[in-house]
């Protein structure tokens, strides 16, 4: 029985002027074949690209074909028969791509005139130097990137990239859009003159009706908490030129894949575009970007190791600040007698930098268990049981939100493949073309112009993804709720803190308290839920000793 061949593709490619060189489509599958036929190899697939230029693999369709085929496993090749390593591809990224998706599927490459196989030591050899060849190609024309946009960014200049929300970019330069620009400085003011951060003012907009004008790299009408604080975050807006805030890195043991890191240490210089705030605006703004980091801290934290099941739950009746637990040593005759907790308000700033004057402390045990109790009677309460089971299978809506989703990740799917595109043509250029130096410099400009559309796409999907995500945690389905609220005193009895913990930061927003307690000694005043749980307010009695006090419960509404 004869022995079985190995099956093999052939691939030949001819541009133009190679015909007329000896090098034409006949001649190359001629000694093609002639080598098939000394080592008994059987061809399955032949593949040409005629008249196609070896550049890049965009343009040779029949090139694409043949991997597509190999990747499918279509024939079960073991080899891809070429005349020369030339006519596999002159762009020596393009060839170790193709190579590194034929050896995923167990294909090597011959090439017949050159004496290479890539299965061979010596063909490896090779692949090894054209790698590398490669690698310093793409580093040498990034850093010849970054350097452009480094020296834009030395002289004030907009260095690439869509304008900023509030500009507008005219002969290269930043102009103020003032139909964009009311909202930039709406958002300083109501930053560093009230007690709001990124979600209050992300709100507030929403409430006023002040929405963002779609444009084209960014097509959502609303200000969402985190484009806030990248404008809060933004020197651009006093003014300033920043460049190295984030850094463009290489994926460690991935091939070809970066991600973006943000840099502590970066370059700021004066621009020479107008500001939209003052200088005195942008300090304020930064030193409570600053303060808001650590406002909500625990004291003793890491020595006190209870959960405090209200933390920032419950809120200042003075300031609205959330309230959080803390601890106090009780001592009789100078010895340690026991430990007090309670909650207390640590929002040190309020409104225009006054101080928050409520200084009471709370006793933690009996706020807790006064929540526990408002929501246990809540759940028994027949009216609210008709309420829920009205709500068993709403639907979360997010089809709008999936849509800008989609579209995002479409734009960004085009961004790359033209941003790989350019790549390969900065790899093609021939240095010896007289034009050489100003292609260069062109495919670069468009290559800078494509990392910050991509970097700009990304940050909108970003937005999109985090906004659905909202969407789904506000609306959960009504069965979970209902049944997480059905059971909730037998579930609460058995938890520990922290799931108690953790159940009552899912299903409440706020807790509001009085000033001072009742004369029955209830500080309760409201519950907010985060979830449209009941539309109306609900009256509920509340033991306390010999008195009843009524609390009222509120939801948001859908």
């Known amino acids: 029985m004869a022995d079985k061949k190995i099956k093999v593709y052939i691939y030949t490619r001819v541009s133009t002027t190679m ?67 030339s006519r596999f591809g002159r762009n020596a990224a393009d060839i170790l791509n193709s190579l590194q998706l034929m050896n995923d599927n167990d294909v090597n490459l011959i090439s017949v005139e050159d004496g290479i196989d890539s299965s061979k030591d010596a063909g490896k050899l090779v692949i090894t130097i054209l790698s590398a060849v490669a690698e310093i190609e793409r580093e040498n024309s990034l850093v010849q990137t970054m350097a452009g946009r480094k020296q834009k960014a030395s002289e004030g200049k907009w260095n690439g990239g869509f304008a900023p929300y509030g500009y507008i970019l005219i002969n290269g330069k930043l102009e103020i859009q003032e139909d964009e620009a009311k ?14 951060g990124a979600n209050g003012i992300a709100r507030y907009l929403q409430q006023q009706g002040i929405n963002k004008i779609a444009r084209q790299n960014g097509k959502s009408p609303y200000f969402s908490a985190s484009l806030i604080r990248q404008i809060l975050d933004n020197p651009i807006y006093s003014g300033k030129i920043a460049y190295g805030r984030r850094k463009n890195e290489k994926v460690t043991g991935t091939r070809g894949k970066y991600h973006i890191v943000k840099q502590d240490d970066f370059m700021i210089v004066d621009g020479i575009h107008a500001a939209l705030i003052d200088e005195s605006t942008w300090e304020k703004s930064q030193e409570k970007r600053k303060s808001q980091a650590k406002r909500y801290e625990h004291v003793n934290k890491g020595k006190d190791e209870k959960t405090h099941l209200l933390s920032g739950l419950l809120l200042c009746p003075i300031c609205g600040a959330g309230m959080y637990g803390n601890k106090s040593i009780k001592r009789k005759n100078g010895k340690h007698y026991k430990d007090y907790y309670y909650y207390g308000c640590k929002h040190r700033t309020l409104l225009n930098g006054h101080a928050c004057t409520y200084n009471k402390q709370l006793n933690e045990e009996k706020l807790d268990n006064a929540v526990a109790e408002v929501i246990s009677k809540l759940v028994s309460n027949p009216k609210f049981a008709d309420m829920m089971q009205k709500k068993i299978n709403i639907k979360t ?52 112009k494509m990392y910050d559309y991509i970097d700009d796409v990304e940050h909108s999907l970003k937005e999109c993804k985090d906004r659905k995500k909202a969407i789904e945690a506000e609306k959960l389905t009504g069965e979970n709720v209902y049944k997480t609220l059905v059971y909730f005193d037998k579930l609460y009895a058995i938890m520990e803190d922290a799931d108690k913990r953790t159940l009552l930061s899912a299903l409440v927003k706020e807790i509001n308290i009085y000033e001072e307690a009742k004369p029955c000694g209830q500080w309760l005043k409201s519950i907010i839920f985060k979830l449209p749980i009941i539309e109306d307010q609900m009256e509920l009695g509340l033991d306390n000793g010999k008195h009843v006090e009524t609390v009222v419960l509120l939801s948001t509404k859908a």
């Open 19 to 85: 015909q007329i060189d000896g090098f034409s489509l006949d001649a190359q599958k001629d000694r093609i074949k002639k080598y098939a036929d000394a080592f008994s190899y059987e061809i399955v697939g032949q593949y040409e690209d005629a008249g196609k230029s070896g550049k890049f693999i965009e343009g040779r369709p029949e090139f694409k074909k043949m991997l597509e085929d190999i990747n499918s496993n279509k024939d079960g090749v073991s080899y891809v028969l070429v005349f020369k390593l």
């Open 183 to 196: 909202a930039i400085r709406l958002i300083f003011d109501k930053y560093i003159n009230t007690d709001m």
């Open 397 to 448: 809506d997010t089809i709008e939100v999936e849509k800008e989703i989609s579209n995002f990740q479409k734009q960004l799917g085009k961004y790359i493949g033209t941003k790989r595109s350019l790549e390969k043509q900065i790899d093609s250029l021939d240095v010896e073309d007289k034009h050489y130096d100003r292609k260069l410099s062109d495919l670069q400009d468009r290559l800078d």
